[in-house]
C-alpha cells in the first residue's frame, strides 16, 4: 500500500518536499502529522532509522562546523540579529535530516523518489502559476512570488531543474510520471524566462557550460562535443547580449558595484567578524564607508552578493565556513559523479555550480525556502550515495 500512513512516509515525503519548493510552510503540519502516525506504528523501525543518521556524521560535523563559524562571528560582534541567522540557518538545514529518515527503514527507494519528484512538480506548478497569474493577469512586471523576489525565485527553479531532469532520465519508462515531469519542466523554464532574473540565467547558463564537462569526464560524449557544445554556449551568450543589450539593462544596473565596493570596505574595517546581520544599511549611509549610493536611503539592505553579503556582514569566519562548506559538498559530489557516474550527483552539483553563479547578483543561500529546498536536495543525494550504488543513482 503505497500510501499507507502507518507502513511507510511516502506522504510525510510529499508534504516535506512540496512544503519547501512551494514556500507554503502550511504543508509541513500534515508533513509532521504524518511522520509522527508512522512514530506511533513503528517504534522500534523509526530508532533504527534515527540511527541510520550515524553514516552522515561527517556532512553533518561541516554543517556544525558552518554554524559554529556563524556563532563565533555572533559572539565578536554581538546583536540579537546575529544569534538570529545561527538559528535561521539551523532550522533551514533540518530537511537535510528529515528526509534522511524519511528515505531510511522499510520501503521500496524508487516508490519514495517519486513523492519527492510529486512534491517538487506540486510545488513549481504552485508557485509558477501563482506568478504567471501576477504577470499575465494584473499586469505587475517582475512580481514578487511565494518564495519572495524575482531573484529567490528564479534561483529556486534553476535549483529544482536539474533535478528534474535527472528524475526524467531515471522515470522515463514510467509512462504515467514521465509527462507529467515534462510538463512541469516546460513550465519552469518558462516562468524563467518571463521573470526576467538575469542572475538566474546566468546561473543556468553556467550550469549549461559545466554539464558537459562533467559527462565527458564520466565518458558519455567525447572532448570534441564538449568543445563543440561549449563554443555554441559562448557564441550563442554573446549574440544575445548584443542583440538584447538595452533589455537587459537596467537604469540601476550601477548599483551592485556600488555596493560590492561598500561591503568590501566594511569588510576591510571589520575583517574578523564583520558588522553583523541587518547591519549593512546603517554602515553605509552613515558616512563612514565609500559609499555610491549615498541618496539611496533604506532600500539596499545588504550588498546583493552571496560573497560580499558574508564578508561584511558575518567576516572571514562566516565566509570561511561557507567555503569550506561548499567545497566538502563539491568535493564528496564529485567523488560521486567520476566513481560512480551518479545522476543525482551531477543534479546537485550543477546546481550547486548554478548557486555560486547566481550568488554573484543574490544571496538565495540565505533565503529561507531556497535554503530549506536546497538542504532537502542534498539530503536525497547523500543518502543515495551512502546507501546504494552510485551507478544506480
Known amino acids: 500500500m503505497y500510501l499507507g500512513l502507518t507502513n511507510n512516509k511516502n506522504l510525510f515525503l510529499l508534504f516535506l518536499t512540496l512544503a519547501c519548493v512551494s514556500g507554503i510552510g502550511s504543508f509541513f503540519v500534515p508533513a509532521l502529522l504524518c511522520l509522527i502516525i508512522y512514530y506511533v506504528k513503528n517504534r522500534s523501525e523509526f530508532k533504527q532509522d534515527i540511527c541510520s543518521l550515524e553514516k552522515f556524521k561527517t556532512t553533518i560535523f561541516f554543517m556544525i562546523l558552518f554554524l559554529g563559524c556563524l556563532l563565533v562571528s555572533w559572539a565578536i560582534t554581538g546583536g540579537a540579529e546575529g544569534l538570529k541567522l545561527v538559528r535561521n540557518n539551523f532550522e533551514r538545514m533540518l530537511p537535510f535530516i528529515f528526509v534522511v529518515i524519511g528515505l531510511a527503514g522499510k520501503g521500496e527507494i524508487k516508490e519514495k523518489l517519486k513523492y519527492i519528484l510529486y512534491g517538487s512538480c506540486l510545488g513549481i506548478w504552485i508557485v509558477c502559476f501563482s506568478v504567471l497569474y501576477k504577470i499575465f493577469g494584473l499586469g505587475i512586471e517582475r512580481s514578487t512570488s511565494l518564495l519572495g523576489s524575482v531573484n529567490i525565485l528564479g534561483g529556486t527553479l534553476i535549483l529544482i531543474l536539474p533535478f528534474i531532469f535527472a528524475f526524467i532520465i531515471k522515470f522515463r519508462n514510467e509512462k504515467k510520471i514521465f509527462p507529467f515531469v515534462i510538463i512541469t519542466s516546460i513550465l519552469l523554464l518558462f516562468t524563467l524566462l518571463v521573470i526576467k532574473s538575469r542572475g538566474s540565467w546566468l546561473g543556468l547558463y553556467v550550469i549549461l557550460l559545466v554539464l558537459p564537462l562533467l559527462l565527458y569526464k564520466i565518458n558519455q560524449i567525447s572532448l570534441k562535443k564538449v568543445l563543440l557544445i561549449d563554443l555554441l554556449l559562448i557564441v550563442g551568450a554573446a549574440a544575445t547580449y548584443f542583440i538584447f543589450y538595452d533589455s537587459l539593462h537596467r537604469g540601476y544596473d550601477f548599483v551592485r558595484p556600488g555596493l560590492r565596493v561598500v561591503a568590501w570596505n566594511i569588510f576591510l574595517d571589520y575583517p574578523l567578524a564583520g558588522i553583523g546581520p541587518s547591519n549593512f544599511i546603517s554602515n553605509y549611509t552613515n558616512g563612514n564607508f565609500v559609499n555610491p549610493l549615498a541618496q539611496v536611503n533604506g532600500v539596499w539592505t545588504h550588498a546583493h552578493n552571496i560573497y560580499f553579503k558574508f564578508l561584511s556582514e558575518n567576516g572571514i569566519l562566516g565566509f570561511s565556513g561557507f567555503i569550506v562548506l561548499l567545497f566538502y559538498q563539491l568535493k564528496i559530489l564529485w567523488n560521486s559523479i567520476t566513481e560512480g557516474k ?52
Do not use: E
Request: proline share 0%.
Open 342 to 393: 551518479s545522476i543525482m550527483s551531477i543534479a546537485m552539483f550543477v546546481a550547486i555550480i548554478g548557486m555560486l553563479a547566481h550568488g554573484w547578483f543574490d544571496v538565495c543561500f540565505s533565503a529561507r525556502y531556497y535554503a530549506m529546498t536546497y538542504w532537502l536536495l542534498f539530503g536525497v543525494v547523500s543518502y543515495l550515495k551512502n546507501q546504494y550504488n552510485w551507478s544506480k543513482y
